[in-house]
């Protein structure tokens, strides 16, 4: 029985990497899904076809996808991408706040803009995404679920990409907020934190076989993650079979957040 027939789910950020992984994963488990995107509307659609293609195999062709394009840090257009999502689908149940950008640049040269757009994205966009959920939640008075998108960068500092270490910091402390605010009224927060993936986003070192094997080198599993993977994470934390779990940050990393550093132990002269 596919774990969330009948269920809407609205996806940001999915048009590639582990936001496609997501859409079609939750297709899989036969969800109507809403697939947004920023700028790339063919990739969107390429994408809504595999949802489409998933949720048929999983239930028969009942499940449906629609393409929604937005972009998530600003709110006008964040409120237009739900008016639509919920035009389709009649309500939304799922959240998941995917979406997410990263520049790097040493910390004394960033750019305000820079700055601002990244956390503008990865936080200001999950903040109003979820502001919207949480009000149609209530409003429908049937509870309901947001997963964010975080990273291992939540908790392990990451120079020269200080936007993006902020924002993920302060995606971890949104996803403790809002899960204790809203845990009496039928909503959970949580959060999966991805470590070292196969993804668009890391092109710079998956098609660099060097630069893949120096990052692969501190993860204590010896790979890095594919983005089905960390699909993997979302769909149990959207799923029933999470229902006690709320303000929580899952680290899908193969190890990284263990101090790898530590397999020696340099530090006690052993």
């Known amino acids: 029985m596919p774990k969330l027939l009948g269920k809407n789910v609205l996806v940001t950020g999915a048009s590639s990497g582990i936001g496609e992984a997501i859409a079609i994963r939750f297709g899989q488990e036969g ?8 700028s790339n509307a063919k990739n969107a ?16 062709g009942k499940s449906r996808a629609v393409v929604v394009g937005g972009d998530v ?7 237009k991408v739900f008016g ?21 640049t040493p910390s004394h ?4 803009a820079d700055f601002d757009r990244v956390v503008g994205v990865n936080l200001r966009g999950a903040f109003l995404c979820a502001r919207e959920a ?28 200080l936007p993006y270490s902020i924002s993920k910091g302060g995606l971890g402390n949104l996803t403790k907020t809002l899960a204790l605010e809203y845990a009496d009224r039928g909503i959970r927060v949580n959060s999966v934190a991805p470590g070292a993936t196969v993804s668009p986003i890391n092109r710079a070192w998956i098609d660099d076989a060097k630069a893949r094997a120096e990052v692969e080198s501190h993860i204590p599993m010896g790979r890095a993650g594919t983005s089905e993977e960390m699909a993997g994470a979302f769909v149990f934390l959207a799923s029933d079979d999470a229902s006690y779990i709320t303000g929580q940050t899952l680290y899908v990393c193969g190890g990284l957040t263990l101090y790898p550093e530590f397999r020696v132990a340099w530090s006690s002269g052993e």
């Open 31 to 38: 969800a109507n899904v809403a697939v947004n995107y920023f």
């Open 134 to 161: 949480i009000a149609h939640f209530l409003a429908n008075k049937k509870g309901g679920v947001i997963v964010n998108n975080s990273s291992v960068h939540e908790i392990i500092p990451k120079p020269k990409y």
């Open 84 to 104: 639509e999502t919920i035009a389709a689908f009649g309500s939304i149940d799922i959240l998941i706040n995917n979406a997410g950008i990263q520049m790097p």
């Open 45 to 60: 659609e390429v994408v809504k076809q595999k949802v489409e293609q998933a949720g048929a195999q999983a239930t028969g």
């Open 109 to 112: 040269e960033i750019k305000t």
């Open 73 to 79: 840090s600003d709110e006008a257009q964040v409120k």
